[in-house]
């Protein structure tokens, strides 16, 4: 084994992982390092890479059982072969796009938060990308949780809020979706807004995306503003960190604990990820036992 070494690149997320190459099988040894540096920085970089579909999809596949991709939105031609991996792109062949997300904004959200049972992780590969534009920003949610205030803390472990389906984070309708305009109507699941992490054990916020939220059990107008109200604290600066690609980066990001989200870029210039999903579990809050007096002597 060639020991890896890990580099944390801000104190609140993130680490590059220098001395492995992707496209070889891991050792058990290698792997175990990787995961190790995965849960304690939450967000991983490999520089470099130069990965085909089927390596990328072995290597994702070394965290779990790989998730098929995403539905696209309506005008995508898909040009891949692969169950498994998603292209995020702008770029057009007969008008048509590749992949999705184009080259707009795409808002805080967690990857498909909407499902019973969402990715666990993803990894994202770049093929190309633009000279300007396009970073990607990662936000911790554990870090976002602790800092809440004491009351809103207590508050948001006994709530779950719904994940709406329809849109994708770039705000376009999937495929066979409807349009609804009534979070509490929309299609979805409900997941505890207080999740904990089932590696870690730590508790952390999980908020899906803002779009057609909603808070089960509470007048529409009361959860618009508590969300509002969430929302606006997990978005702070100083939970998160962006990312300025490079051709041949993977970044691979813990879907359970991290919020994402990307830049505008030039819709003259070319952007092109290939990305994996890893199967997940249930979303589940489990309180912190109470600390007896033994614990504090």
Same mark, same amino acid.
């Given at each position: 084994?060639?020991?890896?070494?890990?580099?944390?690149?801000?104190?609140?997320?993130?680490?590059?992982? !220098?001395?492995?190459?992707?496209?070889?099988?891991?050792?058990?040894?290698?792997?175990?390092?990787?995961?190790?540096?995965?849960?304690?920085?939450?967000?991983?970089?490999?520089?470099?890479?130069?990965?085909?579909?089927?390596?990328?999809?072995?290597?994702?596949?070394?965290?779990?059982?790989?998730?098929?991709?995403?539905?696209?939105?309506?005008?995508?031609?898909?040009?891949?072969?692969?169950?498994?991996?998603?292209?995020?792109?702008?770029?057009?062949?007969? =008008?048509? @796009?590749?992949?999705?997300?184009?080259?707009?904004?795409?808002?805080?959200?967690?990857?498909?938060?909407? =499902?019973?049972?969402?990715?666990?992780?993803?990894? &994202?590969?770049?093929?190309?990308?633009?000279?300007?534009?396009?970073?990607?920003?990662? !936000? =911790?949610?554990?870090?976002?949780?602790?800092?809440?205030?004491?009351? &809103?803390?207590?508050?948001?472990?006994?709530?779950?809020?719904? +994940?709406?389906?329809?849109?994708?984070?770039?705000?376009?309708?999937?495929?066979?979706? @409807?349009?609804?305009?009534?979070?509490?109507? !929309?299609?979805?699941?409900?997941?505890?807004?207080?999740?904990? +992490?089932?590696?870690?054990?730590?508790?952390?916020?999980?908020?899906?995306?803002?779009?057609?939220?909603?808070?089960?059990?509470?007048? &529409?107008?009361?959860?618009?503003? &508590?969300?509002?109200?969430?929302?606006? +604290?997990?978005?702070?600066?100083?939970?998160?960190?962006?990312?300025?690609?490079?051709?041949?980066?993977?970044?691979?990001?813990?879907?359970?604990?991290?919020?994402?989200?990307? =830049?505008?870029?030039?819709?003259?210039?070319?952007?092109?990820?290939?990305?994996?999903?890893?199967?997940?579990?249930?979303?589940?809050?489990?309180?912190?036992?109470?600390?007896?007096?033994?614990?504090?002597?």
């Amino acid at each position: 084994m060639t020991p890896i070494t890990v580099h944390p690149l801000t104190q609140r997320i993130g680490a590059e992982i !220098s001395g492995v190459d992707l496209a070889q099988p891991l050792s058990g040894d290698t792997f175990n390092a990787i995961h190790a540096a995965w849960m304690q920085h939450q967000v991983l970089l490999f520089r470099d890479q130069n990965l085909s579909d089927p390596q990328l999809e072995t290597f994702s596949a070394r965290f779990g059982a790989l998730d098929r991709k995403p539905g696209y939105s309506a005008d995508v031609v898909d040009t891949t072969t692969s169950d498994f991996v998603c292209v995020i792109s702008n770029v057009k062949i007969d =008008n048509k @796009p590749i992949g999705d997300l184009g080259d707009g904004e795409a808002v805080w959200h967690t990857d498909m938060s909407y =499902n019973p049972l969402p990715p666990l992780g993803a990894a &994202l590969y770049a093929l190309e990308v633009p000279s300007a534009g396009g970073e990607t920003g990662f !936000s =911790n949610m554990y870090l976002a949780y602790e800092a809440l205030p004491s009351a &809103l803390k207590t508050r948001v472990q006994t709530l779950q809020c719904k +994940h709406d389906a329809t849109r994708n984070s770039a705000g376009l309708l999937r495929r066979g979706m @409807p349009d609804v305009t009534d979070p509490s109507h !929309s299609p979805g699941t409900l997941h505890p807004m207080v999740r904990t +992490h089932p590696v870690t054990g730590r508790p952390c916020l999980y908020l899906g995306r803002r779009r057609h939220a909603y808070i089960a059990g509470l007048p &529409l107008a009361e959860s618009e503003k &508590l969300l509002d109200d969430i929302w606006a +604290h997990a978005s702070k600066p100083e939970f998160s960190w962006h990312h300025s690609w490079r051709k041949g980066d993977l970044l691979m990001w813990d879907n359970r604990c991290v919020m994402h989200r990307r =830049n505008p870029f030039d819709p003259a210039a070319r952007r092109v990820m290939h990305r994996t999903q890893i199967i997940g579990d249930k979303p589940f809050f489990k309180p912190a036992a109470p600390q007896t007096a033994e614990a504090h002597a």
